[in-house]
């Protein structure tokens, strides 16, 4: 008996701890879309990686894992690239360039599939996108195949090495991502260049998704991408108060909707997306009460003084 | 007042008390069994009886194309002795999951030892519905005992004994679908349902199948396939067609309102249960209730007898 006990607990550790860290990852990423206004290039991504996925496949002839995510990274980054370049050249809003983009991309991919690839299963759906319920099973034996050692969920190691990068990165290139965010004149003016820390913070971002999609699936992802990093705008006073609350947020939101996964036995994802969107829901609530009280108070105020 | 030792003493018989009945729980355990869908399921209960505590992934309903894991999936799969999948890609993204817990577990398609000209392919890959030809369900069948007695030695025989029982009601339920499909004029016998599922049921009893949809329900239909089908109803007198318990009904019924507004008489036959079994008390919930259920919707709705 106890040994299932035990194998249950490591199940729930090795999902939370995934899921944290794709939570973190994305809610870093994310606070820097939210302020660029790109808000939506994550799901933008989860639609153009078919292109990638195609094209990688018919280059290399092999649908492993690796190539794929490659694959995926890349188109990633080309999205990104060419939506702020037709927002640029053509003046169009940024949401409107992210949608072309995207969809064009998507549908060249669809194309592709039909033409060339024919019956085997090439979709996002099938070679890239993960379930965080099977990530614990899903695990890399170090040495041999018989009488090597379990060291964990692919998954997990994959996107905590994602995390370590987007960490570090953001943590050494704050100031400029700052600067280059809030103030681009300034940092033109500083000899700042805002081309290489806009691709900078693209590959982050390309990378980010493509790492989390692997690990938990495309509408989990495009959630962590933006709602904790929303949340965090409605209450933070400064870009690091911002980074730290999305990242508090995203980890209440996975441990919230786990729980929550837990009590109903519904799908894991699903309930983490939705304790974001509730606890965002939560902070809008408290705030306009807050708003509604201050604003008795002065009246209040007012009134005595007249009085 | 107890003195400490004493209360040690106790506290150590109670220990070994809880020791033991949770000793004797696990001697007594059963062999746990998860399978995906409810049929392999109950396919595993007939076998195992009151050796196995079986559990289904997918439930009442679920369209395994679809399907999507649960929180509780997850300790289903962690803790099941011996895991039962269809195969033949029925299970989807479920395939590569079961590749890699077969490293550590008993992990076993029952589609496993079919030969391969028994099989319908389509293109590349083969139709993955084996439980419409119940001969074909027979091997799924011997492919559990062996796989329950190669896990549990000690009651071989028995499961041998179930399985032979078994066996010989699956021979008897064959026969009488055969003598049922028997009962409608030659020309009648065409099968019209929301998608592929029934392949193995045509080949096995004679009928021609057609369906709205491709292998796969995720697959979409074009507008030459709906009139091809009008046409074929028209001019075979076909009198019913068929709605599936996992599949949305609406494109059937469209076709169906098609043909009626031509002045046709074309009714919807009943619902068949194709990818998933019935609901507890439906008389569907097992596989020999879900196949004699399938097979008299199918008679009655040919025959034009279907709301009588």
């Known amino acids: 008996m106890s040994s299932f006990d035990l194998a249950d607990w490591l199940l729930d550790i090795w999902i939370l701890a995934t ?76 949401d409107a360039s992210i949608g072309i983009v995207f969809t064009l991309l998507f549908s060249i991919g669809v194309i592709l599939v039909s033409l060339y690839t024919g019956q085997i299963d090439l979709d996002q759906e099938c070679v890239l996108y993960g379930e965080i319920a099977f990530v614990p099973f899903d695990t890399i ?9 379990d060291i964990g969920p692919r998954a997990f190691w994959l996107i905590l090495i994602v995390f370590l990068i987007v960490l570090i990165s953001i943590t050494l290139g704050f100031e400029r991502l700052k600067t280059v965010t809030f103030h681009p004149s300034l940092a033109l003016s500083l000899g700042i260049s805002i081309p290489f820390w806009h691709y900078f913070l693209m590959t982050l971002v390309s990378m980010t998704t ?67 969107g509730l606890l965002m829901i939560v902070t809008l609530l408290i705030m306009q009460i807050r708003k509604v009280q201050q604003k008795r108070h002065y009246l209040q105020q007012l009134n005595t003084e007249q009085a | 007042m107890h003195k400490p030792n004493q209360l040690l003493k106790r506290l150590s018989l109670l220990l070994s008390a809880l020791y033991l009945t949770l ?64 195969g033949l890609h029925l299970e989807g993204k479920l395939q590569p999951i079961f590749d890699k817990i077969a490293r550590k577990k008993t992990v076993i398609a029952v589609s496993e030892s079919i030969p391969e000209n028994r099989l319908i392919a389509y293109d590349k890959l083969h139709d993955p519905h084996i439980w419409f030809d119940v001969s074909l369900w027979q091997e799924a069948a011997k492919k559990v005992a062996q796989s329950l007695a190669q896990k549990d030695s000690k009651n071989a025989v028995f499961y041998q004994n179930n399985l032979q029982a078994y066996l010989q009601k699956l021979t008897d339920l064959n026969a009488w679908v055969k003598s049922e499909m028997a009962k409608v004029p030659e020309q009648n016998r065409v099968l019209i349902t929301a998608h592929d599922a029934f392949g193995y049921f045509g080949k096995a009893y004679g009928l021609e199948v057609m369906g709205l949809q491709g292998i796969s329900t995720a697959g979409e239909f074009g507008l030459q396939d709906i009139k091809q089908l009008k046409d074929t109803i ?12 996992s599949v949305s009904p609406k494109f059937i019924e469209s076709l169906v309102k098609g043909v009626q507004a031509e002045g046709k008489k074309l009714v919807v036959g009943g619902e068949l249960y194709s990818d998933a079994m019935g609901a507890q008390g439906s008389n569907a919930e097992t596989y020999l209730g ?19």
């Not at chain 1, 639609?47 to 995926?72: D, E, K, P, R």
């Not at chain 2, 008299?296 to 709301?307: D, M, S, V």
Request: aromatic share 6%.
């Open chain 2, 23 to 86: 000793g004797t729980s696990t001697a007594l355990a059963q062999l746990k069994v998860t399978a995906t869908t409810g049929m392999i399921a109950d396919l595993v209960e007939n076998i195992a009886q009151d050796k196995a505590d079986v559990q289904a992934l997918m439930g009442v309903g679920v369209d395994p194309h679809l399907y999507k894991a649960t929180q509780g999936d997850i300790r289903k799969l962690s803790r099941a002795d011996i895991i039962f999948y269809n």
């Open chain 1, 210 to 276: 493509v790492a989390s999609f692997d690990a938990v699936g495309a509408i989990l992802v495009v959630a962590l991408l933006i709602i904790p990093a929303a949340s965090a705008y409605l209450l933070a006073k400064s870009l690091k108060s911002m980074l730290w609350l999305a990242v508090l947020y995203s980890q209440l939101s996975v441990w919230i909707g786990y729980a929550l996964s837990y009590w109903l036995n519904s799908s894991i994802a699903a309930s983490i997306a939705v304790s974001a």
């Open chain 2, 290 to 308: 879900m196949v004699k259920h399938n097979v008299e919707t199918i008679r009655k709705g040919l025959l034009g007898q279907a709301h009588e």
């Open chain 2, 234 to 245: 028209v001019s075979r007198g076909i009198q019913a067609v068929f709605v599936e318990s």
């Open chain 1, 141 to 149: 034996i170090w040495g041999d195949m018989e009488t090597g050692t």
């Open chain 1, 19 to 94: 899921a944290s860290l794709v939570a973190a990852s994305c809610a870093m990423v994310g606070v820097f879309l939210i302020l660029r206004r790109q808000a939506l290039m994550g799901d933008a991504i989860s639609h153009s990686v078919l292109l990638g996925i195609v094209l990688a496949y018919l280059i290399s002839g092999s649908n492993s894992l690796w190539v794929m995510l490659l694959g995926a990274v890349t188109i990633g980054l080309i999205t990104a690239w060419l939506s702020e370049s037709l927002h640029k050249v053509s003046r169009l809003q940024s």
